[in-house]
């Protein structure tokens, strides 16, 4: 067994995961029997025992979900903190990339996020319209979050498994030298690209265009992490050479990048609920909201070094 999960944050981080996937599995497997058997003009015993049972599964899930969000942050944490054990490894960035788990691990966790957070609204939408619309289709959604959950906690277990604190891994400086992102687009290229997909979101989102908004979200959720770790990233550390989207999640950057992050992830939550769900004015709103306070915070340092020294870096 790797030493690795003798790490008091591993631990934790592990025993929390592992007492979820109990709970899930059990609301899950109610989940099934729900979907089974529920039907919604019946007025019998067992219908009724069924919409009880309904209550007590949804505050189980509707707790796991929340705890389940709140533990990307305690992961990222976790990676920080063993960047001082693993060998070459500044940050988060050196630990992930050690092995072919960590960045397929961190997607699926943004994803699952992004789905828990769509489950929620889809929750509460259910609870507030008039014959619970979303009855069904909430359990199975749930289900596939299940699903991904499960290979979550694969990909995590293999992930510290094959995690040493022998061999040396790459720094971030190292991992991303290249000034050329996955796209192959140059940072000129990729910041107008980043500032057009802003652009198009704030104008989809206005004037209604609910699949275009969604695919746009999408799009920038990942264009937005080249961006941050190519560019924008450079002004937060004032250093040309460091590029990092893992450095900013550190006390020695104020740990703005859990706000850069956070709001990232909000603005496309609330897009996506508008898009896909439910068509609510205050859904789109708040997209908008969170997707220019996301523009403005990783903009602040670039623009106030352009505006300064008239240059970029």
Known sequence: MSNIFLSPQVIVLLFVTLSLAVVLTFAAFKTVQLIKNYKPNAVTQEQYTL???????TTIIQVSLFINIFLLALFTHTLNSLSDIIPGAMCAAGVVSSNAFGNPLIVLKVVIILCSLLWLRINKEDFITKGHPYFK??????????????????????????????EPVMCCSHIYKHTQNSFSLSNSSLVTL???????????LTLNKRLLSAAFS??????????ITY?????????????CPYCILSSDYAYIG????????????????FALFVQKTELRAKALIWYTLFVFIVSAK???????NHTTL
């Open 51 to 57: 919409e009880k049972s309904s209550y007590l599964i």
């Open 194 to 204: 980043f500032y057009t997909l802003y652009l198009l979101l704030l104008l989809t």
């Open 231 to 243: 560019f924008f990233s450079t002004y937060i550390y004032e250093l040309p050479t460091h590029r």
């Open 137 to 166: 289709r909430k359990y199975l959604f749930f289900l596939l979050i299940f699903l991904l959950f499960l290979i979550d906690i694969f990909l995590e277990l293999n992930f510290f498994a094959h995690l040493s604190t022998v």
């Open 258 to 273: 859990y706000f850069i992050y956070t709001s990232l992830i909000l603005a496309s939550y609330y897009a996506l609920s």
């Open 218 to 227: 999408l799009l920038f959720l990942y264009i937005s992490y080249l961006a």
């Open 302 to 308: 670039f623009i106030y070094f352009l505006i300064v």
